[in-house]
């Protein structure tokens, strides 16, 4: 490993790497190594190319990258090369020779595993051609098709660790200035502007300061976070080491729940390096400047995400929030000015200083410069991690970016924020992403967590699933926040199971003000979005279940029964896959569903090919 002396060895070392990948003229086979691809056997591709390499003796002749993520989990194990952008998806260890043969040994392309245009049936071969990819912005996530996470040189190699270099040759006041001006706001969901966070913790009085990375990502479907350290954890460090130089800090923490296994590894194995380097520690690159970073592993609390219980878990205490009569900055971690970002704002840090302020606030809107990375799930056709720039509508992301609603059915609401963000019905789809349209439209920025819903989803269901994970996930210091969701839950679960009157709507309504008003952190005043959101935008889906006892939608089991049509068959499948046996019926003759045994599990409509089973 070299030694890192000073700036000047820095810039060095990287000339040679340029120079060197220049000169040997390799080509490059980049295959998406996160977790979602790891799940469906990209360890397993990854060897088939080694295997094939050295068959057709080509291990010194192309550089195989297991990378972090690539986007489209949706199609994954992802396989890219990164020289002209093509892009192969699917692929399973069983595709690997082909794709050697065809892509490197004869120069072309593996056309059998491109990208198709589902309607013309086009190929796509490149990220501009797909539209996922081409509708982005992808500031950070480029990062990811071309470095392996866990080599310090790759990350040099793209630039990595000229922001601090540029962070120590201006100086920590116009670093400052610097982030100010290109106001860039935290990523985690507060969207306070860092720069102003910065100057305040380095301005307080004190003899020790610390910086902390929250990446406890709680959200359900969320990943943003777990992927951005799985595919760079260089680009934190570079982050965290240039706000601890600027804010005079010598110690560190990288807070990440500890469902991350692979972020974890991957995190350690490049302090190692940046410690080995003299990029981390003592005397960084010559300056006198010591910093050194620690991982600490929560234990999954989604209250921890909040920067005052997630300090006093550090510390090693119950992780609850406290009242902020004094803000972190000034009295955090061990009552010393502590600066607390999330992982995609320490990431995009080191692109700010390099670049500048003025090319950072290009992108984006003057409110919300910059760009931001959404998980994108649901019943969107392309799920995946998106990076779209701030101010690109609704419609831009779920539609162009998440190629539309599954099996073309209509679009009806998107979930933005996590659990305690607000539901946004489809006359909203032209809303522009940002900060405080989502905020004034009922919603959040969140994290990045972006669910979309089509018109068989239930949207009081929705309101109760999110109050179900939040009255858990509350501390319960507070009495408004651990006993008032709680109640929301039962009131929600009395519209979806029929019990309620449109009284309770209002007992709804009054309970969620009070709920917002009276809880102590961010968990408590927002957990009431999604049900005010969706009380306010699909209220006549609400009164549906109360009024008429019925789910329009076909979801809630209280309220709906199950029905076998005249396009019934008599195929018999229905009634040998049920399991309570309740399906009675002859061979070729209508079948009818006994409903007083029925227990709506929906495996008969599940499995019916003839759309002979209705609900009603």
């Not at 080191?350 to 670049?355: G, K, Q, S």
Request: charged share 25%; proline share 4%.
């Amino acid at each position: 490993m070299t030694k890192f002396t000073s700036v000047e060895a820095l810039h060095s070392h990287r000339e040679a790497l340029l120079a060197t990948k220049k000169d040997e003229n390799k080509k490059t086979v980049s295959v998406c190594a996160g977790t979602g691809c790891k799940a469906v056997g990209a360890d397993l591709v990854v060897e088939a190319f080694k295997a094939e390499f050295a068959k057709n003796g080509l291990e010194n002749a192309v550089h195989l990258k297991a990378t972090g993520c690539l986007g489209l989990c949706e199609k994954g194990t992802l396989v890219m090369m990164p020289a002209d952008q093509t892009v192969y998806h699917s692929i399973t260890p069983k595709k690997v020779p082909t794709i050697v043969e065809q892509a490197l040994v004869q120069d072309g392309r593996a056309d059998d595993f491109l990208f198709t245009d589902p309607e013309t049936g086009a190929k796509q071969p490149t990220m501009n051609d797909i539209p996922f990819y081409a509708s982005q912005k992808r500031l950070l996530l480029d990062k990811n098709t071309l470095i392996d996470p866990i080599c310090l040189d790759d990350y040099i190699s793209v630039g990595g660790y000229k922001g601090l270099a540029k962070a120590i040759e201006i100086g920590p006041d116009k670093v400052i200035d610097e982030m100010k001006k290109a106001t860039l706001r935290g990523r985690g969901g507060g969207g306070f502007p860092a720069g102003r966070k910065w100057e305040t913790c380095r301005n307080a009085p004190s003899d020790k300061r610390y910086v902390i990375c929250n990446a406890d990502e709680g959200d359900p479907g969320a990943f943003m976070d777990a992927s951005l350290l799985e595919g760079q954890p260089h680009s934190v460090i570079e982050g965290m080491i240039i706000g601890a130089y600027t804010i005079g800090s010598d110690e560190g923490y990288v807070y990440v729940r500890h469902e991350y296994p692979l972020a974890v590894e991957r995190l350690t194995k490049a302090l190692e390096q940046v410690r080995a380097s003299g990029l981390l520690g003592e005397n960084i690159l010559g300056t006198g400047f010591n910093f050194d970073i620690k991982i600490n592993k929560g234990g999954g609390a989604f209250v921890c995400g909040e920067s005052t219980a997630l300090m006093a878990s550090i510390e090693g205490r119950v992780g609850e929030p406290r009242a902020k009569h004094i803000h972190t900055v000034v009295a955090g971690l061990n009552d010393k000015p502590t600066n607390l970002n999330n992982v995609e704002t320490w990431a995009t840090v080191p692109l700010i200083v390099e670049r500048g302020a003025d090319w950072f606030t290009q992108m984006g809107t003057k409110g919300s410069p910059g760009t931001k990375i959404f998980s994108l799930v649901g019943k969107v056709n392309n799920t995946g991690l998106v990076e779209a720039e701030m101010g690109a509508t609704l419609r831009q992301i779920i539609f162009d970016m998440g190629g539309g609603i599954r099996g073309g059915r209509p679009f009806k609401a998107v979930q933005t924020g996590g659990p305690s963000g607000g539901c946004l019905p489809a006359d909203k789809l032209d809303v522009p992403v940002d900060f405080d349209t989502l905020w004034n439209e009922g919603s959040m920025m969140g994290s990045g967590g972006m669910v979309a819903m089509d018109d068989q989803t239930c949207m009081v269901d929705v309101a109760r699933y999110f109050l179900d994970f939040l009255k858990f996930e509350s501390c319960g210091k507070c009495t408004t926040c651990r006993e008032g969701i709680r109640r929301l839950h039962q009131l929600v679960s009395d519209v979806a199971e029929g019990r309620a009157t449109e009284e309770t709507l209002d007992l709804i309504e009054t309970l969620a003000e009070t709920v917002e008003k009276g809880s102590l952190c961010a968990l408590g005043t927002s957990a009431v979005n999604p049900v005010l959101s969706t009380l306010k935008y699909f209220r006549e889906e609400y009164l549906a279940h109360v009024r008429d006892k019925k789910c329009p939608a076909g979801v809630c089991k209280e309220l709906i029964t199950y029905h076998i049509n005249e396009n019934c068959t008599g195929c018999l499948i229905c009634k040998r896959r049920c399991p309570e046996q309740c399906i009675a019926g002859e061979n070729k003759k209508i079948h009818v569903i006994d409903t007083s045994k029925c227990t709506k599990c929906g495996i008969c409509k599940d499995v019916c090919k003839f759309d002979a089973v209705e609900i009603y």
